[in-house]
């Protein structure tokens, strides 16, 4: 009874050491939302920002949209199939009744990966979130200009029009172009980044927000 018991315990252990050495990509980030998710409650039906990490560090979304129920689950580093991946646990859940979208900037600084790579992730993710949401208003906000990523940025480029072409031709959707607006005389803005060159300052979310504003939809 003794070595059954220690078996058990060892395969147990065996098991335990072997998920944790093979977890998905940003799987103890979403525990995490879906512990805190447990200990607050979430808006009902809220404006769903979802994306890579400029979502998840935009510190105030949910205050300067506070009359949209914005909900903010953004997972910092995703790529375009990490959300895909993740659907399940940070935006079906939530029952959103619109989806901010910003993800793929990440995805094309892989050498391997092309606008057309881009182009089919997010077409994958779009079908992924129109199976269980057929009718949810999306808004794609475009790859944005970040001075680190100066040398992708024909792809970032070439990306977002592919986006946008696909776009036009799905219901209930929106392409927000950032693009230009985070540009002066063709050239990347530092005065609108941190240090690193690619996450945001206020001055950069300012910019945000007065784009995405207009295509939120209110209760």
């Not at 659907?87 to 939530?94: H, M, S």
Request: hydrophobic fraction near 40%; avoid cysteine; proline fraction near 5%.
């Amino acid at each position: 009874m003794k070595k059954s018991l220690l078996l058990i315990a060892l395969i147990s252990l065996f098991i335990s050491k072997s998920f944790a050495q093979n977890k998905p990509p940003f799987w103890d980030d979403v525990q995490t939302i879906k512990k805190y998710d447990q200990l607050f409650k979430t808006p009902v039906n809220p404006v769903l920002f979802v994306g890579s990490s400029s979502i998840r560090k935009w510190d105030d979304l949910t205050q300067v949209f506070a009359k949209y129920n914005a909900l903010n689950r953004g997972i910092g580093g995703a790529v375009i199939n990490d959300i895909t991946f993740y659907l399940n646990d940070v935006v079906f859940p939530y029952q959103p009744r619109q989806i901010v979208l910003y993800v793929g900037e990440n995805d094309i600084v892989n050498d391997n990966v092309t606008a057309d790579t881009v182009l089919n992730r997010t077409k994958a993710l779009f079908k992924a979130i129109r199976a269980k949401l057929p009718n949810t208003p999306i808004a794609y906000i475009s790859i944005k200009p970040s001075p680190s990523r100066d040398k992708f940025r024909a792809k970032a480029l070439a990306s977002n029009e592919l986006i946008k072409q696909f776009l036009s031709g799905e219901q209930n959707t929106s392409f927000i172009d950032i693009f230009p607006q985070m540009l002066k005389d063709g050239k990347s803005r530092n005065e609108l980044f941190v240090g690193d060159m690619l996450h945001m300052n206020a001055e950069g979310y300012a910019i945000w927000q007065k784009a995405v504003k207009p295509y939120l939809i209110k209760k």
